[in-house]
């Protein structure tokens, strides 16, 4: 994975933890599957 899609990935794990949020609320705030995000933070996703 490149700097920047490994960055992405942390700071999305780091922000959504730190508003105290699970996956689940954060995909549902941005009308995506709690498995996007889980796949953005673990660089999975390509786009």
Sequence with gaps: MNDFKANTAKNISRLRQMKGMTQLELAEKLNYSD?????????????
């Design 35 to 47: 498995k996007a995000v889980s796949k953005w933070e673990h660089g999975g996703s390509q786009t």
